[in-house]
């Protein structure tokens, strides 16, 4: 049977990418105006998809997760009167380069998710501005364990909890699927609670952070990089290495999938390893796109189905 699923969420995925836009052969737009104008003047509109809360959602915003040397981080939740069979809680972690964005920022597809019977939940974590690497990750795992603990009131399964993550966020929610004890991410007063998770799905963000390419972005004036890490890699190389998703892969993971921008083998790293582990893996390549083309219809609407038919492949009620 488990054959069987994972043929049809390859199929399904095939048909949603062929439904997205593709560039032409010659320049490429710089910016998302660029963009506009020039699917417009090939008769497609882009549109920055916005959803309001369901009227059988109930939303809550601002609630406190955790406290941080004084200052408290917060969550909202969007949870319907009836949930899905799956029974499954969705993390939605923003992006932001590590060091803008907010939780604001992915009501939308929490409401989306929410309108389906899923319990979508958007935390807040420590940015680089306020803190440096590991600050977010530790702000995340608590997030998991948080959720965890919220569970079961809001009718949903605490073994059944996903992590979706974008840009940065991506990269988060591939370090904390990942990261397991030996990795040193965790506080001591949270390792006797669990933060593991059943799925993850990491979209356009770097899951590993100390490749050539890493390297040469983190070596630029004014890096997020920097900024997330706390200097330079020929510094801090400990530093770069522990944040890397690839570096941790133990056969303990979830399954995952990765949500890429053009560019399929950009996971290709993390992929062989846990397929040299044995963990499920999937990808699925959004085209014709800039980064957070995901936020934009026609690639909106794809991304979030690809990411509700791997969340019931795997899911259990």
């Not at 032409?24 to 104008?37: I, T, W």
């Not at 803008?100 to 899923?118: N, V």
């Not at 630029?220 to 330079?232: D, T």
Request: aromatic residues 8%; proline residues 7%; contains cysteine.
């Amino acid at each position: 049977m488990k054959h069987i699923t994972l043929i049809c969420v390859v199929l399904t995925c095939s048909l949603t990418r062929a439904e997205l836009p593709q560039f032409d052969k010659g320049p490429r737009p710089k910016d998302f105006n660029e963009l506009k104008k020039y699917y417009a003047s090939r008769g497609l509109h882009i549109i920055h998809k916005k959803i309001k809360t369901p009227v059988d959602v109930r939303q809550t915003n601002n609630l406190v997760y955790s406290q941080r040397h004084g200052h408290p981080l917060h969550i909202d939740t969007f949870v319907p009167q009836k949930v899905n069979t799956t029974q499954t809680v969705l993390i939605l972690v923003h992006g932001g380069g590590w060091k803008k964005g907010d939780r604001s920022g992915e009501h939308t597809k929490a409401a989306w998710f929410s309108s389906r019977g899923y319990i979508a939940v958007c935390p807040e974590y420590r940015l680089s501005g306020v803190a440096t690497f590991p600050a977010a990750i530790h702000d995340l795992k608590d997030a998991i364990r948080w959720t965890r603990s919220h569970a079961s009131q809001w009718g949903a399964n605490p073994d059944n909890i996903v992590l979706m993550g974008f840009s940065a966020g991506a990269h988060l929610v591939a370090l904390a699927a990942t990261a397991g004890p030996e990795a040193g991410l965790d506080l001591p007063a949270s390792q006797s609670r669990s933060s593991s998770v059943a799925a993850c799905i990491a979209v356009a963000g770097p899951s590993i952070t100390n490749d050539e390419r890493a390297l040469l972005d983190a070596r630029k004036p004014g890096s997020n990089y920097q900024l997330f890490f706390g200097g330079l890699p020929e510094t801090i190389p400990d530093v770069y290495e522990q944040a890397s998703p690839s570096h941790w892969v133990s056969g303990n993971e979830p399954p995952m999938l990765f949500i890429t921008e053009g560019n399929p083998e950009a996971h290709k790293i993390i992929r062989s390893r846990l397929d040299k582990m044995g963990i499920r893996n999937e990808g699925f390549n959004l085209t014709g796109g800039l980064h957070s083309e995901w936020n934009w219809e026609p690639w909106f609407t794809p991304t979030m189905e690809v990411t509700e038919k791997f969340i019931r492949s795997v899911a259990s009620p």
